[in-house]
């Protein structure tokens, strides 16, 4: 008899139990069973690669083993294709309709009809379904997943369709007992694909018939404990609890970065003894570097007019100061860039870092020094030289990248950070901070090294990064006040406050980067560097 296949973490596409660890799918969103049961339509909505479709398939096929219904899950990516064709975007519907329902394995009794009525364009999906209703003995529930991929008149159309089958249903009316749209965004979005004003849109336009809209949720902690307890189960390799912790804290819980650091270690890594927070840390670092598919398709959102309105005072640590900044925001988090809760902050630091690794490539183009000539004999990293190697690079290149910088309100957090990031990670690791409202970017350089005595020490320097805004005060008094908050943070007994003045009345480039040092509200002597 053959052997099972050895399970492994699932990065591509949906899960499958006998292939993949995985969580079991449908406790994930327990509200989803109770709508179907009340005969609601609704919208289900979650970032790419959240375990949408595991769970619409792990539900449909257990709706459909208990006896009473027919809960057929079918991607609707086919029809993008279509554009704003009406009748050629109903036809690939119904193609994946037929074709979901054949791989189901149902008896012929629960299938839809081989032919669609002959009805006019615009009117056929709805017409299907009321057919295969008609005919078929249970209650049909349908999951459209991808339901976002339609664009435009087809998009409307399809909607439409739905809207009207529903609200027939009790005139006799036969028509699905319950359908999920399950997509990207959530339903007020459909209305700008759908090349409609968004400012004159409202959820009954152009679909009102939904009961409500869930918002799949991330990993917790203990589920990620869980998810990773069943590879030791298997194997007998041991993640130490820090370990996962450390999972945790990098992505917060977001599926596919929970199973990608581990398939890392496990499958590329080869990692086969107990798995620690330094191999953690390490797959990191190896995922931000190859840009892994999931990763690259978010960091291409970044220049997106409705991506970069959030994104740009975020990394800036602006405030907000539009109200038209609401369904930007709503974008956002939806693409799962940002968290769900205010203050806007990016979601996890992966994501933080992908974001300043993105936008700062134009910066590492034009950077030359070499960072092995930044370690010390001792093996310790020199940052005050690093410093005055940025005051270089700032006097001749700094102006010239600010004018280039799409993220212009951001450029000089943006411009820092690529720097360092090109001098520091190929040795050491970059930690950054930053949210909207904030005024400000923190940073944490650690640097592992070799001690005296053999052991292994981690050196830690930590910097306080203000801009100093045309018609502001002087960030100093505030940014020494944050960096002593901060340096309380990580119990450091100094650190570096940077400020870049950006006031047309400021020295001319040539002539910036001044070095002085100052005493915070605690009494610590800080260095406070001025460009």
């Known amino acids: 008899m053959r052997s099972p296949r050895a399970r492994y973490f699932n990065t591509t596409g949906p899960c499958d139990p006998q292939l ?24 289900l909505h979650a970032p790419r690669q959240t375990g949408k479709t595991t769970i619409l398939d792990a539900l449909a096929s257990e709706l459909t083993a208990e006896g009473d219904i027919a809960a057929l899950s079918l991607s609707c990516e086919r ?36 032919s669609p009525p002959q009805v006019t364009p615009g009117s056929r999906f709805g017409a299907a379904l009321r057919e295969w209703c008609r005919r078929c003995p249970r209650r049909v529930v349908l999951f459209l997943d991808e339901i976002d991929a339609l664009q ?80 030791t189960q298997a194997t007998g390799q041991e993640f130490t609890k820090d370990a996962v912790d450390q999972v945790f804290e990098l992505t917060q819980g977001q599926p596919w970065l929970v199973n990608a650091l581990a398939d890392e270690i496990i499958t590329e890594m ?44 975020i990394v800036a640590g602006g405030p907000y100061t539009h109200r038209s900044d609401s369904d930007d925001l709503a974008y956002a988090r939806d693409l799962g860039l940002i968290t769900r ?88 690791y970059l930690d950054r901070e930053y949210a909207a409202g904030t005024k ?15 052991e292994r020490v981690m050196q830690r320097e930590a910097m306080e990064l203000k801009v100093w805004r045309p018609g502001a005060d002087d960030p ?14 990580l119990t450091l007994p100094t650190g570096v406050l940077v400020i870049f003045d950006r006031r047309p009345e400021a020295s001319p480039w040539k002539e910036r980067g001044g070095f002085e040092q100052a005493a915070t509200p605690s009494g610590r002597q800080v260095t406070v560097l001025r460009v």
Request: contains cysteine; aromatic residues 8%; hydrophobic residues 40%.
């Open 270 to 313: 080869g990692v086969t003894g107990t798995i620690t927070t330094g191999q953690v840390e390490d797959a990191k670092e190896r995922l931000i570097r190859a840009r892994a598919t999931h990763l690259d398709s978010l960091a291409a959102r970044l220049q997106e007019p409705r991506v970069k309105r959030v994104m740009e005072p």
């Open 20 to 43: 993949h660890y995985m969580l079991p799918p449908t406790p994930r969103l327990p509200e989803a069973r109770t709508l179907i049961e009340m005969d609601r339509y609704f919208v």
């Open 476 to 489: 100093k008094p505030e940014g020494l006040a944050q960096l002593d908050r901060y340096l309380d943070r």
């Open 79 to 114: 029809a993008k294709s279509a554009g704003d064709d009406v009748g050629w975007a109903e036809s690939l519907l119904l193609d994946s309709l037929r074709e979901a329902a054949e791989l189901s394995g149902w008896p012929e009794e629960l299938l839809p009809p081989d």
């Open 341 to 428: 809760k205010p203050p806007p902050q990016v979601a996890n630091p992966i994501y933080r870092e992908v974001i300043l690794r993105v936008l700062g490539d134009l910066t590492e183009q034009n950077i030359h020094a070499d960072p092995h000539s930044f370690v010390l004999p001792d093996g310790r990293f020199d940052l005050p030289r690093l410093l005055e190697e940025f005051v270089v690079f700032w006097r001749e290149h700094g102006e010239v990248l600010i004018q280039q910088e799409g993220y212009h309100e951001a450029a000089c957090q943006i411009i820092l950070m690529a720097f360092l990031h090109r001098l520091v990670n190929g040795g050491g």
């Open 152 to 231: 435009g008149n087809s998009l409307v159309s399809i909607l439409s369709q739905l809207r009207d089958g529903h609200n027939k249903r009790s005139k006799g009316y036969r028509f699905p007992a319950s359908i999920v749209l399950c997509g990207l965004r959530d339903l007020r979005d459909y209305k700008v694909a759908a090349g409609g004003d968004p400012a004159r849109f409202s959820p009954a336009s152009p679909f009102n018939i939904i009961a409500r809209s869930l918002r799949l949720g991330d990993f917790t902690a203990d589920q990620i404990a869980e998810l990773y307890d069943q590879h």
């Open 440 to 454: 400000r970017l923190d940073v944490l350089v650690r640097w592992p090294y070799t001690g005296p005595n053999g």
